[in-house]
């Protein structure tokens, strides 16, 4: 099977698998940092078909749907259906499970630049005015509160402790948001960062002008 023919299938796998998600996982967050990682990719000279592939496939297990990080069961299903060169599916799965963040005191510098510049992708992705609304997406759909002056942010050490976090969706903007444009990887993504940590900071900064002192 041909590379295009595997980008194709892997499109409307994901399609049909992110059809139903509120989470701010969708479909569409899946397809811009599809977008954005081969715009960077291109720029880094990385293999387009590695970081193309992977880019799509990165949230078939992400624990916040309920899937198994460690073991990428869907990716790697998937994966094994349409590729027969072992070394190709160990590299996307690599890359894949060096993608998310893991804590603000843990490190998740990626190995390769086709990781690098899906993991920058997907934070983008992750902050600016599209971030801000997947963020509160996903606060909703975890039941959590917008805001409590009570609970203030922490400095997660492991990724446990980051994954079990439950606290307002605030605190999600000093726990992960504002730390991500200096832990970018490729120029292009510290540039694309720079206007969009900066607008996460004029929202925050009329957050609070409006919130009462109660």
């Keep these: 099977m041909t590379q295009r023919s595997i980008i194709s299938k892997a499109e409307n796998f994901i399609s049909d698998?992110?059809?139903?998600?509120?989470?701010?996982?969708?479909y569409?967050?899946?397809?811009r940092v599809e977008k954005l990682a081969i715009k960077l990719a291109?720029?880094?000279?990385?293999?387009?078909?590695?970081?193309?592939?992977?880019?799509?496939?990165?949230?078939?297990?992400?624990?916040?749907?309920?899937?198994?990080?460690?073991?990428?069961?869907?990716?790697?299903?998937?994966?094994?259906?349409?590729?027969?060169?072992?070394?190709?599916?160990?590299?996307?799965?690599?890359?894949i499970q060096q993608t998310s963040f893991k804590g603000a005191r843990v490190d998740d510098k990626p190995q390769s630049i086709e990781a690098m510049c899906v993991q920058d992708a997907d934070r983008l992705d992750a902050i600016g005015a599209i971030g801000i609304a997947r963020t509160?997406?996903?606060?909703?759909?975890m039941q959590r509160?917008?805001?409590?002056?009570?609970?203030?942010?922490?400095?997660?050490?492991?990724?446990n402790q980051y994954k079990n976090n439950k606290s307002p969706t605030i605190n999600h903007f000093y726990e992960k948001l504002l730390l991500l444009k200096d832990k970018?990887?490729?120029a292009t993504a510290k540039?694309?960062?720079?206007?969009?940590?900066?607008?996460?900071?004029?929202?925050?900064?009329?957050f609070y002008r409006e919130w009462p002192d109660l």
């Design 17 to 26: 698998h992110h059809k139903d998600d509120t989470s701010g996982h969708d």
């Design 145 to 159: 509160p917008v805001y409590d002056p009570g609970i203030k942010p922490v400095c997660h050490t492991s990724y």
């Design 191 to 206: 540039k694309i960062a720079e206007e969009r940590h900066a607008f996460m900071e004029r929202f925050l900064e009329q």
């Design 28 to 31: 569409w967050h899946i397809k």
């Design 184 to 186: 970018m990887n490729t």
């Design 136 to 141: 509160f997406a996903y606060g909703g759909k």
């Design 42 to 95: 291109k720029e880094e000279n990385a293999d387009i078909f590695l970081t193309q592939l992977a880019a799509l496939l990165h949230d078939l297990d992400d624990y916040k749907g309920g899937g198994d990080e460690e073991n990428l069961p869907i990716a790697n299903n998937f994966l094994s259906t349409f590729l027969e060169d072992q070394s190709v599916i160990q590299k996307v799965l690599s890359i």
